[in-house]
């Protein structure tokens, strides 16, 4: 339906947003009869969607729910209803009964078998439809007032909405394009709310060292990634890390940047370590290096860096070691056998950033679990209000667990706006 049909009915919910958690929830809300409008500004829907799992679309994860709890750090534990009521199993189930085969990879992601995240939207463009809800395309929600029992939703020089129920499901404010540009935020302002500061998450970092465009395109695989903070271990796991112009990315540096962000909006200096060689100690690769000495001593540093680096890296590795190239390593000593160790145990580089919100792949921050019932999605502030999706301050690493967290609290709040909108 597009904007020249405004509805003039008192409609039971109404929905705005039609991401993941919008959808999900127009459609629960949907499938307990209930009069459902869906407001979206885009002239389709699940615009962001499309652009997840690199058109691939990881909706879930296999991991029991204790995992995921975890993976949404202190606010896991407000998830706990929603994943309770509508969890990865449900999920799947959801997508199957509508057509949809899945498939499972790596660390447990679900993916459509057909590798297409158009098939993902397809589906909540069936069920939304099975399930009578009325799109409203091309609408921007501007304003919402309580009026009454009854909301009004501000759609600008459209006109307006009247609505038992609303669920705000605008997403976050990265992405732009997509349409989540950070309106929900704006407007539950409006009616009270406070919201936890807007900060990228699962976003590339940049570093301080500018020779990093150097090693530009080179991955580092099955390397230790550790983050430091003033001298204190942040994060550090195992893993894969690609260097770019302006510094790191890849999943692994994606998935710990959450944990750095604070540290870097506090302004406190972060420094990332490479160990290159995770698998041995100082002591097994100082034997390999002595090793190497007694049988090839007579070859140069470079050509035994060679052996041990990928080629882009050793010309970076003997600048800082400040080493000539040329000289032979049964030459080395002993100090300089320890800082070749050193470097290959600790690379150093110092994160000077994130790149901008835009570019990140979920927006931390958002409206406070605090403010927001656990058992239903509805604001504490503003009866009648639910929230749903990455409004929520309530963020997880990769791995299909940020779109679960959107169908789930859709879901949910879909369901409990539809029982009380009587
Ligand atoms: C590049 C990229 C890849 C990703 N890959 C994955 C992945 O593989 N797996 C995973 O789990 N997560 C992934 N994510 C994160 C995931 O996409 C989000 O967590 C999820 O889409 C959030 O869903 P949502 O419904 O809350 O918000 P959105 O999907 O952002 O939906 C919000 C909707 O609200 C609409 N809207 C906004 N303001 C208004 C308004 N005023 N009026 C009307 N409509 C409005 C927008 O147009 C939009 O359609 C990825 C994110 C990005 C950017």
């Known amino acids: ?56 679309c990881n909706l879930t994860n296999t991991a029991p729910v204790d995992t995921f709890i975890e993976k949404f750090g202190k606010h896991g534990p407000f998830l706990r209803t929603a994943f309770f009521v509508f969890f990865n199993q ?3 189930d959801f997508f199957k ?5 899945l498939k499972e990879e790596r660390q447990g992601r679900v993916f459509p078998e057909d590798d ?37 939703l501000g759609l600008g020089d459209s006109g307006g909405i009247i609505s038992k129920k609303v669920i705000l499901a605008t997403g976050g404010a990265s ?16 009616m009270g709310h406070t919201f936890a500061a807007l900060k990228p998450g699962l976003v590339p ?10 090693l530009q395109g080179l991955t580092l695989k099955n390397i230790r990634v550790t983050f430091e903070c003033e001298k204190k271990k942040i994060a550090s796991e195992v893993g894969e890390l690609l260097f770019t112009h302006f510094g790191v990315s890849g999943p692994l540096v994606l998935d710990l940047s959450n944990e750095i962000v604070e540290s870097l909006w506090a302004k ?57 190239a040329g000289k032979r390593i049964n030459q080395l000593e002993q100090k ?8 290959l145990k600790g690379f150093k580089l110092t994160i000077g950033g994130t790149l901008p919100l835009e570019e990140a792949m979920v927006t931390l921050g958002g409206i406070s679990t605090k403010e927001i019932n656990p058992r239903t999605m509805e604001s504490k502030v503003v009866p009648g209000l639910y929230f749903a999706g990455e409004m929520i301050d309530a963020h997880a690493s990769s791995g299909g667990y940020n779109l679960q967290q959107a169908f789930s609290t859709g879901y949910l709040a879909g369901e409990k706006a539809a029982e009380c909108a009587k």
């Open 116 to 152: 297409k995240s158009s098939s993902v939207v397809k589906v909540l463009e069936k069920a939304l439809a099975d399930n009578n809800v009325r799109i409203l395309y091309d609408l921007r929600l501007m304003e919402l007032k309580k009026e009454g029992e009854f909301f009004r």
């Open 336 to 343: 300089e056998r320890q800082a070749i160790i050193s470097l």
């Open 268 to 324: 406190k200096q972060v420094s990332l370590f490479i160990d290159l060689k995770p698998g041995l100690t100082i002591e097994q690769l100082d034997n390999r290096l002595l090793r190497e000495i007694e049988t090839h001593g007579s070859i140069n540093i470079k050509n035994m860096l060679k052996e041990m680096l990928p080629l882009k890296l050793s010309p970076v590795f003997i600048n800082l070691l400040k080493l000539d």
């Open 175 to 190: 992405y732009k394009a997509t349409g989540s540009t950070g309106d929900g935020f704006r407007i539950a302002k409006t």
């Open 205 to 214: 970092l940049t570093t301080k060292e500018s020779w990093v465009k150097d």
């Open 97 to 101: 009964a509508n057509g949809l085969a």
């Open 90 to 92: 449900d999920l799947m």
């Open 1 to 56: 339906m597009r904007h020249g049909a405004l509805p003039s009915d008192v409609c039971d919910v109404a929905v705005v947003g039609a991401g993941a958690a919008g959808a999900m929830a127009a459609i629960r809300a949907g499938q307990l009869k209930k009069n459902v409008i869906l407001i979206e500004r885009n002239a389709s829907i699940g615009r962001k969607i499309l652009l997840t799992g690199k058109g691939r």
